[in-house]
């Protein structure tokens, strides 16, 4: 309803489109062995994020241009917050003038859709090698603990020349949210694996 066009791509990715096209050294923590599944000889990834997509997307588009991507996403963690495959959405926006207003007006329609009106929503200055300024975003919960539940930013000029994108022209925000975490705040769940043990209990409390 906000305009964004629904886009898909492998779940097999290449450490070009994953890494090195979003600015991501090879230096980085995020491309060791410990965190990411290598397969292939090492030559393929299984993605750790959804934006690879919007990578390839924007390699095939023009501004102005809205993409959003949801899909499995592979990391090596497993614990209480943290799982090997789960999904994410992503959205990014790219056109001229955009800014951090824009980013922060979108967030906080979203959230307010997911969560209600009322929701005390917090932004905090944080790191992305593909996003600058980037922030994470936080809700408060009903006990009083702020609770992150997404990350965002101005999109890298780096990312935009590396699509071909004339970053002294353009400039655009993104923004990716896990969608089991985004579950687990609104149902005031405390472990994410329970999406995943085949409770029918558990599970039919969701329609």
Not at 39 to 44: F, L, P, Q
Not at 93 to 120: A, C, M, P, R
Not at 156 to 183: H, Q, T
Request: hydrophobic share 35%; aromatic share 12%; proline share 5%.
């Amino acid at each position: 309803e906000m305009g964004f066009k629904e886009v898909h791509g492998p779940e097999i990715e290449s450490e070009e489109f994953n890494f090195d096209m979003l600015n991501i050294k090879k230096s980085h923590p995020a491309r060791q062995m410990h965190d990411t599944f290598y397969i292939e000889n090492k030559k393929k990834v299984l993605r750790t994020h959804t934006s690879p997509v919007q990578i390839r997307s924007m390699l095939e588009s023009k501004p102005p241009f809205a993409f959003c991507s949801a899909g499995k996403v592979y990391r090596k963690d497993d614990d209480a917050t943290h799982l090997p495959m789960f999904h994410q959405v992503e959205g990014i926006y790219v056109d001229e003038d955009v800014n951090f207003s824009n980013l922060k007006s979108l967030i906080n329609k979203i959230l307010f859709d997911i969560f209600g009106e009322t929701v005390e929503v917090r932004f905090r200055p944080s790191y992305f090698p593909f996003t600058e300024p980037s922030a994470e975003v936080d809700i408060l919960s009903e006990s009083g603990k702020w609770l992150e539940i997404l990350g965002c930013g101005i999109v890298n000029p780096v990312v935009l020349n590396n699509c071909n994108i004339d970053s002294n022209k353009y400039n655009g925000l993104a923004l990716g949210m896990g969608i089991e975490r985004i579950a687990m705040l609104k149902y005031e769940v405390n472990d994410i694996r329970e999406f995943y043990k085949s409770n029918l209990d558990f599970l039919g409390q969701f329609k």
